[in-house]
């Protein structure tokens, strides 16, 4: 019998760089794709994998992620399975909240411990596609304490990530985080006999960043944790391990990105409009999974869409829809032009009567307004855009934040809930 896991996904961080879409939510439950959550890609990944006792330790803004949760993971009651939320709570032996991914964790060991030989633990806010099997397999046949999944970039890139310097056989040796002096750059270049190793082709990668994502020997962990007050793993606790423990990389190959910025978090989605996009949620064999809504078909009345996504219960009425994604119960009306925008949708349909009392107090119903033109811009779930409004950085503002919209790195976030007047021009 092999050696049994059990995954930890840390939810709780205030994702502060991607304000103001976690103005009213954690950065995990942050909607991807029209229809999905940031928080669906490591549970479908642990799913997938067969490791399907999963902790999701919470703290910042969670009503939404829990809400998510509880109604989109639901094993049956005839198998040891499950999603289980740990929030910050106060006891009688700690009164604070988390402090970091590390404390957050020793504020559960006994919870998490008692459950398996091997922690997995994972971000859940990144956007990728992983069988953790094969990499709790090298962990074990490596012998290592600690295993490290990394990613391969290019040289340009490494001032971007911490990077792990490895031996020839894939130990790991130093981290060095986001480091910019030429010497420690060309320093920790990985060598070229642990591409052979990993059996890898390098393509013009020369540096391995960590992706955040470790497997631990419980007792390794416990004592660890339980012998230090590090609160945080990628910036404590992995640097002081690689000093004395055996932490061995792993390689991973496929498309990671952790998308912790608007720039980022915009580009991501945007990929996934294009015909060959760099993440698939088109994999049959494993989906993304995600809540069951039970919503109709998308409705296009005479209009062009080129190059977008429309999710379902969404009407788009005789507008242009360009590299667009547009999420879930979307209202699009008559004359809209939408390019490189994404739309969340919205969390309900407004009824007829809902749209009149506020229409009688000059409040816009939820969705885009006629005549509507908007670009670069990532529209919130529930946000009511009036009509004849022009949302295209005008004034080409590179950064602005208001109580109604922000603009990040030249991008418009109308944030959820908000509303944009008639007439509006950004």
């Known amino acids: 019998m092999g050696a049994s896991v059990v995954a930890v996904i840390m939810a709780g961080g205030q994702g502060s760089r991607l304000y103001p879409l976690t103005k009213m939510r954690s950065k995990p439950a942050v909607p991807i794709a029209g229809r999905f959550r940031l928080i669906d890609v490591p549970i479908s990944n642990c799913i997938h994998s067969g490791y399907r006792r999963i902790f999701v330790l919470t703290q910042f803004a969670s009503h939404s992620l829990h ?16 999603v289980n939320l740990l929030s910050a709570q106060q006891t009688l032996d700690n009164r604070d909240w988390y402090q970091g991914t590390a404390d957050a964790v020793r504020q559960n060991l006994n919870y998490i411990t008692d459950q398996a030989d091997l922690i997995l633990i994972l971000a859940g806010d990144h956007l990728y596609r992983m069988d953790y099997r094969k990499f709790v397999e090298h962990h074990i046949r490596s012998g290592a304490e600690i295993t490290i999944a990394g990613t391969l970039v290019a040289e340009n890139q490494v001032p971007e990530f911490g990077i792990m310097k490895v031996d020839p056989a894939g130990h790991i040796v130093e981290f060095a985080e986001k480091p910019k002096d030429p010497g420690v750059i060309a320093s920790l270049r990985i060598p070229d006999s642990a591409f052979a190793v ?3 082709n390098p393509a013009g990668r020369t540096h391995l960043a960590s992706t955040g994502i470790y497997v631990f020997n419980r007792d390794v962990l416990k004592q660890i944790l339980g012998a230090s ?31 912790g910025t608007i720039p980022a978090f915009f580009e991501a989605n945007l990929n996934l409009t294009e015909p060959l996009p760099k993440f698939n949620f088109y994999d049959e064999e494993r989906p993304i999974f995600t809540h069951a809504r039970f919503l109709p078909g998308s409705k296009i009345l005479q209009s062009d869409v080129l190059g977008s996504i ?16 547009i999420g879930v119960r979307s209202r699009i009306s008559e004359g809209c ?9 919205a969390d309900y349909f407004e009824s007829a009567e809902e749209k009149a009392g506020h229409e009688a107090q000059g409040v816009p119903p939820i ?26 950085n005008a004034r080409g503002v590179r950064d602005e934040r208001t109580e109604s919209y922000c603009i990040v790195d030249g991008i418009i976030v ?12 950004l």
């Open 337 to 345: 032009f939408m390019d490189r925008t994404i739309v969340m949708g």
């Open 414 to 425: 109308v944030p959820k809930n908000a509303v944009i007047p008639d007439g509006t021009v």
């Open 229 to 259: 007050d590090y609160e945080d793993f990628g910036r404590q606790v992995i640097p002081e391990a690689i000093r004395t423990r055996k932490v061995v990389s792993y390689f991973f190959d496929g498309y990671w990105e952790d998308i």
């Open 67 to 82: 809400r998510h949760i509880l109604v989109s993971y639901r094993f049956d009651a005839f198998h040891p399975d499950f």
């Open 367 to 392: 969705g885009i307004g006629r005549d509507s033109e908007i670009r670069n811009a990532i529209i919130d779930k529930n946000a009511r855009i009036g009509r004849g409004v022009r949302l295209v």
């Open 310 to 325: 429309l999710c379902e219960g969404s009407i788009i009425n005789r507008s242009r829809i360009h590299h667009s994604i």
């Open 198 to 200: 990993a059996g890898l």
